[in-house]
T-cell receptor
Framework: KQEVTQIPAALSVPEGENLVLNCSFT??????LQWFRQDPGKGLTSLLL?????REQTSGRLNASLDKSSGRSTLYIAASQPGDSATYLC???????????FGPGTRLSVLP | GAGVSQTPSNKVTEKGKYVELRCDPI?????LYWYRQSLGQGPEFLIY????????DSGLPNDRFFAVRPEGSVSTLKIQRTERGDSAVYLC?????????????FGPGTRLLVL
């Protein structure tokens, strides 16, 4: 059974810092991996989707990498801003089902 | 265009009652998913619809949970004899055709509190 973990569970940084969020998964037979953002009381917003054949995706200040063989992905946020404060969720879709398996999330606070 | 919508946004009920949660997917999306998110956890898969049929209901925790999508658009998640442990945020997502590799678009969720 696929299991997804994320570290750290929570992170607080001053504005302007670059930061890295980590995601690990136990079964490397994944189809794709997606990073989401969740604001308090809101649904999930897709940030980046990486197919299993890709090694990274970039969107603005965000860069996500994927190392399928080691079961890891990282989300890099450059020049963090207070508006980046949210919970960041990593989710993998494996080769056996259509649903995502989510990690517990990293709660990020960017202090002005 | 309109995204995925869910109603109600909040629902408070008493233990033992029956509840229905509604999801309106993005127009034209044939795939629809239900997830449940407990406090401090990531969402957990419940059920996946392709059109009107449940293609995968392996995530439903027990037979008190049931979902329908009779016309292939709106879906209703039904919970019988609610228990306090059912309290969570219920998220709905849709994708265009359900093919591998598609992005799922999530609604804001329904926050269910069972007293």
């Amino acid at each position: 059974k696929q299991e997804v973990t994320q570290i750290p569970a929570a992170l607080s940084v001053p504005e302007g810092e670059n930061l890295v969020l980590n995601c690990s998964f136990t079964d490397s037979a994944i189809y794709n991996l997606q990073w989401f953002r969740q604001d308090p009381g809101k649904g999930l917003t897709s940030l980046l989707l990486i197919q299993s054949s890709q090694r990274e995706q970039t969107s603005g200040r965000l860069n996500a990498s994927l190392d399928k063989s080691s079961g890891r992905s990282t989300l890099y946020i450059a020049a963090s801003q207070p508006g980046d404060s949210a919970t960041y969720l990593c989710a993998v879709r494996d080769n056996y089902g259509q649903n995502f398996v989510f990690g517990p999330g990293t709660r990020l606070s960017v202090l002005p | 265009g309109a995204g995925v919508s869910q109603t109600p946004s909040n629902k408070v009920t008493e233990k033992g009652k029956y509840v229905e949660l509604r999801c309106d997917p993005i127009s034209g999306h044939t795939a629809l998913y239900w997830y449940r998110q407990s406090l401090g956890q990531g969402p957990e898969f419940l059920i996946y619809f392709q059109g009107t049929g449940a293609a995968d209901d392996s995530g439903l925790p027990n037979d008190r949970f049931f979902a329908v999508r009779p016309e292939g658009s709106v879906s209703t998640l039904k919970i019988q004899r609610t228990e306090r442990g059912d309290s969570a945020v219920y998220l709905c997502a849709s994708s265009e055709s359900g093919t591998w590799g598609e992005t799922q678009y999530f609604g804001p969720g329904t926050r269910l509190l069972v007293l």
